[in-house]
């Protein structure tokens, strides 16, 4: 159980275009998902926190109008790079939890991550 | 403001060898969780403790263990006779309280350390 997917598992795109990317709780419903960068051998980065129906909320220096996030249901959570550049280019991990559950479904669970290469 | 610190950026131990991560962590809170993942080649973080602050019992779970001393802040983890399958970056982790682990559960990630294990 507490499964998380994440797609595509790898992307290459020219600058200036938009990227998509999926997060999907499998087997249980996450009212909560957040979204993490991590630049090669480096640590994870908090980008932003999405509330299943409600806005998400930034990190501080995290550009909302380029990273978009939308968590439509209690399942489904993306992430558009909107207008892609090479300083892009990163490892996004998303993680899901479900804030009503007890033990340890109440914990964040990771997706295997998507890597972006912006050429 | 919640910090987590790694202070061992690489580590290398022939096979079989004990190894053991530091990590030490600054929090205002006197609830909080502490986790630690692995995070092999592949890029998908495993879950490998969490520990409650109000918990110190170290903790063994077949060759690895952990020791929570709250007296230095820190969390440690070693793992006895290491594989070369132990092999990969290992991130310690601290998340605020409150609702079971956090309205928000924000995970704040150490900078990692990787182990190599060499046959």
């Known amino acids: 159980g507490a499964v998380v997917s994440q797609h595509p598992s790898w992307v290459i795109c020219k600058s200036g275009t938009s990227v998509k990317i999926e997060c999907r709780s499998l087997?249980?419903?996450?009212?909560?998902m957040f979204w993490y960068r991590q630049f090669p051998k480096q640590s994870l980065m908090l980008m932003a926190t999405?509330?299943?129906?409600?806005?998400?909320?930034?990190e501080q220096g995290v550009e909302k109008d380029k990273f978009l996030i939308n968590h439509a249901s209690l399942t489904l959570s993306t992430l558009t790079v909107t207008s892609a550049h090479p300083e892009d280019s990163s490892f996004y991990i998303c993680?899901?939890?479900?804030?009503?559950?007890?033990?340890?479904?109440?914990?964040?669970?990771f997706g295997p991550g998507t890597r972006l290469t912006v050429l | 403001a919640q910090k987590v610190t790694q202070a061992q950026t690489e580590i290398s131990v022939v096979e079989k060898e004990d190894v053991t991560l530091d990590c030490v962590y600054e929090?205002?809170?006197?609830?909080?969780?502490l986790f630690w993942y692995k995070q092999p080649p592949s890029g998908e973080l495993v879950f490998l403790i969490r520990?409650?602050?109000?918990?110190?019992q170290n903790e063994i779970s077949g060759r690895y263990s952990w020791n929570f001393q709250k007296s230095t802040s820190s969390f440690n983890f070693t793992i006895t006779a290491s594989q070369v399958v132990d092999s990969a970056v290992y991130f310690c982790?601290?998340?605020?309280?409150?609702?079971?682990?956090?309205?928000?559960?924000?995970?704040?990630f150490g900078t990692g350390t990787l182990l190599a294990v060499q046959p």
């Open positions: 993680s899901a939890r479900n804030l009503k559950a007890s033990g340890r479904l109440g914990e964040q669970f």
């Open positions: 087997d249980f419903q996450a009212t909560t």
């Open positions: 999405s509330n299943e129906g409600s806005k998400a909320t930034y």
């Open positions: 929090t205002r809170d006197t609830t909080y969780y």
């Open positions: 520990r409650n602050s109000f918990d110190e």
């Open positions: 982790a601290l998340s605020e309280a409150g609702d079971y682990g956090g309205a928000t559960n924000k995970l704040i």
